[in-house]
């Protein structure tokens, strides 16, 4: 009997102790303003900074998912503004602006779902740290959460309604995603940012996503246009999609992508299906000695010539070739990251880790030794095998 | 003179008997007079229509006087009649000469009865206890000792498959309500002189048949003492079903967990015999108790040993799972919703949040509702007759599974949860009760402290079930104190020839099953053609 009377006391204890939290953090599903993508502009006046947040309207995803089937072709975008809600608040900083948007909505922002963030590029020439430093700090985003640049302003690449997709900030992540295939855009999430915000030396590049007008009138579409480069936050210069290539050769990043390749009367497709590289770093004498080896695998998937290439020779002179092209997109991007002072590249941290004392010499001019960047680069393709058709189709000369 | 004085006493408490109080004057022994003693019979049992006195006069020239006594329907008529009435009452008329030694019951038992489970016995109280349980007594006039004869016979269920332990491969008996056809039903399961069965009667008012299985030089040491011990310390009126015993003997009376097994398997129950366990079989249930009990045994199944090993050790981890479903879902559901969002797959989380849309509750309420009608449900189903429990369970799954969500009054996600609940409590059958309680710890605490309050919940049933023992052996063993040994036969079920010893964890005697064999053919020539006649 006392036992039970003791247990019991226990138990109310426990009981009353846990319902005396009041359920402190607890929401309901229905009751999130929950945040797929954001975007960051900048605006005139005292509240300069403008947040685009990107909020799911969950009853409309369930039924427009069966809609937009039909509403899909419909040209003019009919669509748009049904499944998301592109809520616009300003504020003198970030977090001002996310708390400000609860004058238009009934919840707090949650953010634990956002998978993007689009920097205006009006906001990256003036400088994009003073956005970021929200989304390092808080608890609610998620590192991962990729980042990209709209060549206009972030709302309207928000604004895009995809063909495929329910929601505009998804469709840009699975875009970003996609362009593995191509190597010629690195993804880039906060912790890189992060990364290079506290480097004294790196530089951010960042995907660039562009508005094109599709196949039907007044179709807009977004596409990936290689990649920027913002240097201590602010935007420097752009990169192609050869010179993005190039530098993710260097970094190793390259996991695929087509090398077209001319070689006699015909065009040759590689397609890479392996790449990795080894940097070899050293400052002596003032200049800044960089040896990248690269070694890379392909496929010949195409060959619209009427040679033969599935022997040793042929083979052998398309990797040549393949390597060639490697070449010149490296030569390229470092051409290019050097005219920008831009160490996309993050050599200055390889040195910092390699050889503290020589860093500490370089560290002083970064900028002047990174000009004189002496990148030689040694590729090294293999082509093991000339496709399934092993044999050329008819060659009209034999 | 204390004769007398005695009996003056007990004709006052006749009285009281008769006024409903417990016989407690009945004599100590027969008296050898015929009336007095049918006297003292009838004036215990008082005036129950059941009992059936026959008087009647046998031997030469009818110069004996003898009684048999009986309870209607406990017995078997046929042999009353033709094997204890006819041959007294008409065969010993022609026997020449032999009135002498008609008093004698030895000889009436050696010479003239024809019945095979008969005893000479005097102890009134044994004799009553006989005639109660169905035996026919006879007495004799002038014969200070009565005949017990066994002719029990009454009408019972037959042995029909286990309703609770059903199984696609295996022995489709089950046991009954009779205790001898029971104990019948494993002596033909396990053929072996060290098989004991040892009776005893609980229960002051019922004294209701039990019995301890066990089998000698296999069963943990100290257990059946144990066992006994506690079976004699119960100080009770009745005994109608095996949970009494149970209730009386377990180790944690207050705990939610059961540390007595049972099992209405005859095969089960020789298994765990074998294993080093006893038994407790009670008379009038078809349950058997098994101790010690562990914690992994409820996820055991008698068809887990039939089937073959890479099968069963699936079936037996899925049973795992189950259990943890079944706990936890609708608690890890509720979480999820209230605190951590995050942790929802995005594409989830979308339709989740749809889905409530409109929704009026908390999700711990909308969970709690769920659960209760899920459970008022089932207790329904248990509970109503056979034809109406289609038609509510019919009419539960309509309003459960899709008026409710129609009308908004829960998200159809919650129907999931809850089906996913219900279809995984029946997996683990032996642990229903404590998974419907722990299910509404969990879903109280995961409401109002989310993914904090379902471990620490978690850890306090741990702890307490790693602070339980059944009969001196950890219940958590093997895991707790692991027994590596003994893990052949907890997540998986190893090959039964891989099976060498008994679990270690219950320290029985003679651990060791088998010897270290594996099948295989016995010699080339055993592949062949040849090989296969053999």
Not at chain 1, 194 to 221: C, D, H, M, W, Y
Not at chain 1, 311 to 329: C, H, M
Not at chain 1, 378 to 392: D, Q, T
Not at chain 2, 359 to 376: C, K, Q, R, S, T
Request: hydrophobic letters at 40%; one cysteine or more; aromatic letters at 6%.
């Amino acid at each position: 009997m006392k036992d039970a009377k003791k247990a019991l006391g226990v138990f109310l204890c426990v009981l009353m102790a846990s319902a005396a939290t009041g359920c402190s953090g607890a929401r309901e599903l229905n009751a999130l303003s929950i945040v797929i993508g954001t975007g960051i502009d900048s605006a005139d006046g005292a509240k300069g900074l403008l947040l685009t947040a990107q909020i799911v309207k969950p009853s409309q995803i369930k039924s427009g998912g069966g809609s937009s089937d039909s509403g899909g072709n419909e040209p003019g975008g009919a669509q748009i503004g049904q499944t998301f809600w592109n809520l616009q608040s300003r504020g003198v900083t970030m977090f001002d602006a996310i708390r400000e948007s609860t004058h238009q909505t009934s919840n707090k922002l949650y953010l634990p779902h956002n998978s993007l963030i689009v920097i205006g590029r009006k906001a990256a020439e003036k400088g994009i740290d003073p956005y970021m430093d929200v989304f390092t700090r808080i608890a609610e985003p998620r590192p991962t959460t990729l980042i990209v640049m709209s060549d206009t302003t972030a709302l309207e690449a928000l604004s895009v309604q995809p063909q495929l997709d329910i929601l505009p900030a998804t469709n840009i992540v699975k875009l970003i995603e996609a362009q593995r295939f191509t190597s010629q855009c690195r993804p880039t999430n906060l912790v890189d940012y992060a990364n290079t915000a506290l480097s004294e030396t790196s530089a951010l590049a960042v995907p660039l996503v562009r508005i094109v007008s599709g196949t039907q009138p007044e179709e807009k579409a977004l596409a990936v246009k290689g990649m920027v480069v913002l240097k201590k936050g602010r935007l420097v210069g752009e990169l192609s999609e050869e010179e993005s290539r190039g530098c993710l050769w260097v970094t190793g990043d390259v996991e695929s992508g087509v090398l077209p390749v001319k070689y006699k009367d015909g065009e040759v497709s590689v397609e890479i299906v392996r790449a990795s590289s080894e940097v070899d770093i050293s400052y002596e004498g003032g200049r800044l000695r960089v040896q990248a080896k690269i070694e890379a695998a392909g496929e010949i998937t195409e060959n619209t010539g009427m040679n033969r290439i599935e022997t040793e020779e042929g083979l052998d002179t398309i990797a040549q070739l393949a390597a060639k092209a490697v070449l010149d997109e490296v030569t390229a991007a470092s051409q290019r990251l050097r005219s920008l002072s831009a160490d996309v590249y993050g050599f200055g941290e390889m040195l910092h880790k390699k050889d503290p004392a020589q860093w500490e010499k370089a560290r002083e001019d970064w900028d002047v030794v990174f000009n004189g960047l002496d990148l030689s680069a040694e590729v090294s393709f293999h082509i093991p095998s000339a496709g399934l058709a092993a044999k050329a189709m008819p060659d009209p000369q034999e | 003179m204390f004769r007398v004085m005695r009996r003056i006493r007990r004709k006052n408490r006749d009285h009281r008997e008769d006024a409903g109080q417990t016989p407690e004057t009945t004599p100590k022994t027969l008296s050898g007079a015929l009336d007095k003693d049918i006297g003292a019979f009838r004036a215990a049992l008082g005036e129950s229509s059941d009992i059936i006195i026959k008087e009647f006069e046998f031997g030469f020239e009818k110069q004996v006087r003898g009684a048999l006594l009986y309870v209607d329907g406990l017995t078997d008529r046929q042999l009353i009649d033709d094997g204890l009435l006819r041959p007294l009452m008409f065969d010993t008329t022609f026997v020449s000469g032999a009135g002498e030694g008609m008093s004698d019951i030895e000889a009436i038992n050696r010479d003239i009865i024809a019945a095979s489970d008969v005893k000479p016995k005097a102890d009134f109280d044994e004799m009553m206890d006989d005639l109660l349980s169905g035996n026919t007594v006879l007495l004799v006039d002038g014969c200070p000792r009565g005949l017990s004869i066994g002719d029990r016979k009454f009408m019972m269920r037959s042995i029909e498959p286990p309703i609770t332990e059903s199984v696609v491969r295996g022995p489709r008996e089950g046991f009954t309500e009779s205790i001898r056809i029971n104990t019948s039903m494993l002596r033909r399961k396990i053929k072996n002189p060290n098989l004991r069965l040892e009776g005893m009667k609980i229960g002051k008012q019922t004294h209701t048949d039990v019995a301890i299985a066990y089998i000698k030089g296999i069963v943990k040491p100290g257990l059946v003492e144990e066992l006994k011990k506690r079976l004699e310390r119960i100080d009770t009126d009745a005994i109608f079903e095996s949970g009494y015993i149970e209730a009386y003997i377990e180790d944690a009376p207050r705990s939610i967990f059961s540390t007595v097994g049972n099992s209405e398997r005859p095969d089960t129950i020789a298994a765990k015999l074998m294993e080093g366990r006893a038994a407790v079989f009670v008379d009038g249930t078809p349950f058997v108790l098994t101790v010690p009990l562990l914690f992994v045994e409820n996820f055991i199944t008698a068809e887990d040993y039939y089937l073959r090993p890479y099968f069963a050790s699936y079936v037996r981890f899925l049973r795992f799972i189950c259990y943890f479903i079944s706990v936890m879902t609708p608690a890890i559901y509720v979480a999820l919703t209230t605190f951590h969002q995050e942790l929802i797959p995005t594409q989830l989380l979308f339709t989740m949040a749809a889905g409530l849309n409109g929704v009026p509750f908390p999700a711990l309420l909308e969970a709690g509702l769920m659960v209760v009608a899920f459970d008022i449900l089932r207790e329904a189903g248990i509970r109503l007759p056979i034809a109406i429990g289609s038609a509510v369970s019919i009419v539960g799954a309509l309003v459960i599974g899709q008026a409710s969500v129609s009308a908004g009054l829960v998200g159809p996600f919650m129907v999931i949860i809850i089906a996913t609940t219900a279809i995984t409590n029946f997996v683990v059958s032996g642990l229903n009760e404590s998974i419907t309680i722990l299910r509404y710890v969990f879903l109280i605490m995961g409401g109002l402290l989310g993914g904090f309050g379902i471990m620490m919940t978690l850890l306090a049933v741990l702890l307490h079930m790693i602070t339980l023992r059944s009969f001196g052996t950890p219940f958590l063993s093997p895991f707790a104190p692991l027994t590596p040994k003994d893990l052949k036969d907890s997540f998986i079920r190893m090959p039964l020839w891989r099976m060498r010893t008994r679990p270690l964890s219950l320290r029985s005697w003679n651990i060791r099953r088998r010897k270290r064999t594996e099948p295989r053919p016995s010699g080339p020539a055993a592949g062949g053609m040849e090989g296969q006649g053999l």
